[in-house]
T-cell receptor
Framework: GAVVSQHPSRVICKSGTSVKIECRSL??????MFWYRQFPKKSLMLMAT?????????EQGVEKDKFLINHASLTLSTLTVTSAHPEDSSFYIC????????????????FGPGTRLTVL | AQTVTQSQPEMSVQEAETVTLSCTYD???????LFWYKQPPSRQMILVIR??????QNATENRFSVNFQKAAKSFSLKISDSQLGDAAMYFC??????????????FGKGTKLTVNP
């Protein structure tokens, strides 16, 4: 199956600093990637949809200036948490969509292993 | 907006037994996909099974099968011959299949499955 990586897997930063998380599709090209946030023992909440070469589409309630998303290539999307605060501490997961089956029109989303962000 | 409801926060099963996890959803769309994802302690999301709404036949993947009731908007997951490695959080998810529609996944709150030896 297709592989999606995330880097770093864990990051600890001080309040007020910015943190960048990378999401890479290793063996396929992904025109669309998704960024999720997961609180402990909770479900995944979609933050934004990242499209290569265009602006990301953010879900309602997600601050665009706080969570900057850049999808500069077909294999890389980045999420930057700007001026991080303790309430931004969470588990961030990305998924990447493959080209799909041209006959059925179905495309698969493959998930990265996640990044645990801790803001002190 | 679509919603997915998992009414069982926790379930437990004895090893080698069968367990069924429940999921209901709400949508006004006629064409969509339903999924069950497994999230073990590693937090890596793993696709367990997928069902296309236009297919009447229930999807099956080895020990995992679903009971898809479109009219009732119900999508349960049956795990047969449960193994210790099945212990995880299980999430039910919905995705539109409409041409040009949103491809985002809408997740339920999850069910924590414990497998007892």
């Amino acid at each position: 199956g297709a592989v999606v990586s995330q880097h770093p897997s864990r990051v600890i930063c001080k309040s007020g600093t910015s943190v960048k998380i990378e999401c890479r599709s290793l063996d396929f090209q992904a025109t669309t990637m998704f960024w999720y946030r997961q609180f402990p023992k909770k479900s995944l909440m979609l933050m934004a949809t990242s499209n290569e070469g265009s602006k990301a589409t953010y879900e309602q309630g997600v601050e665009k200036d706080k969570f900057l998303i850049n999808h500069a290539s077909l294999t890389l999307s980045t999420l930057t948490v700007t001026s991080a605060h303790p309430e931004d501490s969470s588990f961030y997961i990305c998924s990447a969509r493959d080209w799909g089956d041209y006959r059925s029109g179905y495309n698969e989303q493959f998930f990265g292993p996640g990044t645990r962000l801790t803001v002190l | 907006a679509q919603t997915v409801t998992q009414s069982q926060p926790e379930m437990s099963v004895q090893e080698a037994e069968t367990v069924t996890l429940s999921c209901t959803y709400d949508t006004s769309e006629s064409d969509y996909y339903l999924f069950w994802y497994k999230q073990p302690p590693s937090r890596q999301m793993i696709l367990v099974i997928r069902q296309e709404a236009y297919k009447q036949q229930n999807a099956t993947e080895n020990r995992f099968s679903v009971n898809f009731q479109k009219a009732a908007k119900s999508f349960s997951l049956k795990i047969s011959d449960s193994q210790l490695g099945d212990a995880a959080m299980y999430f039910c998810a919905y995705r539109s299949a409409l041409q040009g529609g949103s491809e985002k996944l809408v997740f339920g709150k999850g069910t924590k499955l414990t497998v007892n030896p």
